[in-house]
């Protein structure tokens, strides 16, 4: 009996089959393999800075719920470190976490404005400076969110205060600046001391996450969908105030240091109590809507 030919008989036939069946398999997972190559990479993409811009109100309000949701989970695991007695991890974790918040505060204020003077607000000073972020994380827990509301508070601190709370900001941000990256790496010292971050000691643990769980306090207002209802219907100071910091942030020159960070804010802050005082004297008698924004909360 004449066997069948490789070329066209069955068995030939059989093998051309496993082969091609083999290269579809090997395309169909090829395009599975880029199609989750893309995704990841597009969830790796930084911020898009037009999107933000462009965004809604509400939009923006929960962007900066969900930062300010992070930031809860970040001091979660803060904790959770510490406890573990992972003292350096868990700094660095706090660190970001108040970084964190004050990131929320930036896309708060993003929401908060008018969207034309959005459309020229810097955002990425906004959201990628971090010793501004810092900064800002700090400056809730000093002067916390709550009742009468940040704005009112700024507007009637007396300058001295005001100058001793932007002060301390400052000292503090450089301070979580160097020691969040000291509770990551290994690094020389100017003097060529190796410093490991198992040296971050129990204190300087213990008043990051005391600083942070105040941030956490002050921003409570941001993970409570009924507080932060109002948010989408501003009242005029908290605008002012966002118009301010978008002024004092373009201006701005250096954005490299926490010292450029509080300058920065300092100018806002004074540019915002400037405005209040015209406005107040322009009509004295007319009450600030943002304090009874907060009446519920009292």
Known sequence: ??????????????????????????RRSARALNDLRADRLASLEPVDLSAVKAAARPELVGYAA??????????DDAELLSGAGRRARAYSAAVLAIEEFGKAAGLLALALMPEGLRAGAPVRRMLEWHQLKQAGGLLMAIVHFGPPGLPAKLAALPDSELARILTMTETLAQD????????????????????????VTDLEVAEQLAWARQVAWSASLLCDPGDRA????????????????????????????????????LEAVC???????ASDAEAPSTPRAASRRWDHQE
């Open 176 to 199: 979580a600046d160097r020691l969040k990256l000291r509770g990551l790496y290994v690094d020389m010292d100017k003097r060529g001391r190796i410093r490991r971050p198992s040296e």
């Open 66 to 75: 969900a930062a300010a949701d992070n930031a809860v989970d970040l001091l």
């Open 230 to 265: 109002w948010l989408c219907d501003p009242p005029a100071e908290v605008v002012e105030l966002s118009r301010a910091l978008v002024s004092a942030l373009t201006e701005a020159g250096d954005v490299g240091s926490p010292k450029a960070a509080s300058a920065a804010m």
């Open 271 to 277: 540019k915002f109590r400037t405005q209040m005082a």
């Open 1 to 26: 009996m004449a066997s069948a030919s490789p070329a066209g008989g069955p068995a030939g036939h059989s093998s051309s089959g496993s082969r091609s069946a083999r290269a579809s398999l090997r």
